[in-house]
Structures are given as C-alpha cells and as structure tokens.
C-alpha cells in the first residue's frame, strides 16, 4: 500500500538498501572526473583510482594498462556488488534484480549471433560479451541459422524465453534481422519489467514508472533515427515501439512517419520533459543526442535516492555505475589515442 512501506520495507530491503546507498557514496564526483581529464597517461588514471573504490581491483595490474583491461577491471566490481546483493535479497527484490540483467542478456545475444554471422571467432565473442548477461548455454549461439533455431537450441531455458515468442520467424539471420530481433525483444523486457514494478506498487511502481518510461521513449526515438533512410516501413517501426511511456501512444504516431531528424524534433518538442534535450542541440544533427539522453537519465537516477523504501535505488545505482564505466572508457582512450581536445565531449557528470 502506498504510503505504508516504511512500516514493513526494513524487514528484508533495509539492509540492502544501505548497502547500496553505501555504494552509491563512492561514485567518482566532478573532482575525481577533472583530475582524470588530465592524466597524461593510463598509469595516471590508475593512480587516480587507486585512492576510489576501483583501487583494489586495479593494484596488481602491470604496466602498460590497456584501455579494455581497466574497463574490464571496473566492470568486475560492479559485477561483484551485483552478486553480493542478490545473494542477500529476497522475493520480491531478487527477482527485481535479475529484471536489471535481461538488457545485458538481449545485448550478448545480439553480439554473438552479429560476431557469428560475419565468422568471427566465438571464444572472442564470449570475452567481449558483458558478465551480468552470461548464461549456461550462450556459447551455442553460434550454431543457430534462423531466429526458430536460436530459440529451440538455446534460448528455450532463459530467461528470455517468453520474449522471443513475438520475434520467432523461419527467416535467416542478417544484420537487418538481428537488429528488429534486438528492439523485438527489448520492447518485450520492458513491458514485462514495467508491468512487474506496477505490480509491486508503492513508491518503486511510481519510480521505476517514471524510469522505465523514460528508456522506453528513448529507445522510440534511437529507433526512429536509426530507421530513416532503410526499408523498414512504417507499420514494423511502430510496432518496435514499446506501448508505454510519454510518448504512448499519439508521439508513436507521429514519429512513425517521421522521415528526418527535424521532423523527429518537431514531434520531441511538443513533450515538455524533452524540450531541454532537444534544444542542446542544433537543426539536422544527432550527434549530441545520445549524450544529452545520457545526462537526463542520470538526472533522474539520482533523484530517485532522495525518496526511501523502495527498490528503484538498486535499478538507479547499477545505471550510474554503468555510465561511470562508459566516462573512464572515453576518458581512457581519448588519453591512449592522445586526443586529450576531446576528452568532455562525451563524458556525463553523475554529481
């Protein structure tokens, strides 16, 4: 019941959501992100991150470091308070927690059906893929032809099992297939998890509706930008489109017969959350667009820690984590490749 979850939320989630209000105070801040903009070397943003929570996974790495290997590096502590929380949760957190890992499962999935197409070696594919969306059977991806196949052989016991049933053809696989399966299936994981959250109700339904409607509207507009100039029509892009969200449904009218990126604008800007991302931005390009998305999210992630008893904190923490792995991967190659010039340009400040 809604205002009553402090009466009873400690029982089980107390714990657990110290521990991630815990976490949360060790997210790098603006300090941390100017000094690393000016580290001449990789050596030097190591020993910036020596002095934060990434120290002791990094201490026994021998010099040179490599970009990958410090990325992969601050991905294992993430990994690591992942499983340390879902270890300790119980009904219905855990089951909201494996929710934040099914993005990452589509992602891999995607990954090694694409790296397979164009033959390329699987073991190479299971090391680029992301270790919060690994599975037991993920390595025979590779054998699969048609979407029936990849289901019948290897996806029957995922978790992602129930969203395939709207992306099962007999077609073969090919770039163009493979990217309708990924925003198929996203569409599927979003409703699904947003139908759960409404279920828990209470304050997590308030906020992870507000989250995941914002993910649903952004991913509407990547969706409708990444398919002007191809033939998809615009019956299969409207279908792509999540049936939720600000957008829901009268903005997915009119961005499926959006066939320019002014024409995407004009249809953003007349949704008052957007207007703000929009105009950062000047007439006919995208570039920008990602970033000012990016920095919106983070927003409203961090707001979502200033209300307790709820469990969007935890689906809150693991985004900035995440965005704070994409900021030290930017900052680590524009650093190796000695484009210092460029080093702002895409690195979003969480505090």
Partial sequence: MYGFEGMTFNIHGGYLEAIVRGYRSGLLTAADYNNLCQCETLDDIKMHLSATDYGPYLQNEP?????????????????????????????????????????????NVVLIVTGTLHERDVQELLEKCHPLGMF???????????????????????PLAPYFSECITSEDLDDMNIEIMRNTLYKAYLEDFYRFCQKIGGATGEIMSDL???????RAVNITINSIGTELTREDRKKLYSSFGLLFPYGHEELAIC??????????????????????????????L?????????????????QQFHYAVFFAYMRLREQEIRNLMWISECVAQNQKSRVHDSVVFIF
């Fill in 63 to 107: 010099s040179p470091l490599h970009t990958t290997t410090l990325v992969e590096k601050c991905t294992l502590k993430l990994v690591d308070e992942y499983k340390h929380m879902l270890c300790q949760a119980t009904e219905p957190l855990s089951t909201f927690l494996e929710y934040i890992t099914y993005g990452h499962m589509i992602d």
């Fill in 136 to 158: 037991d059977s993920i390595a025979t991806l590779a054998v699969a032809q048609n979407m029936r196949d990849l289901y019948r052989l290897v996806l029957v016991d995922t």
């Fill in 212 to 218: 995941l409607s914002f993910e649903a509207d952004r």
């Fill in 259 to 288: 066939e320019d990126v002014d024409q995407v604008r004009g249809v953003m800007e007349k949704y008052p959350p957007y207007q703000a991302i929009f105009s950062k931005m000047s007439y006919g390009e995208s570039q920008m």
């Fill in 290 to 306: 990602d970033k000012a998305f990016y920095e919106e999210e983070v927003k409203r992630l961090c707001l979502s820690f200033e």
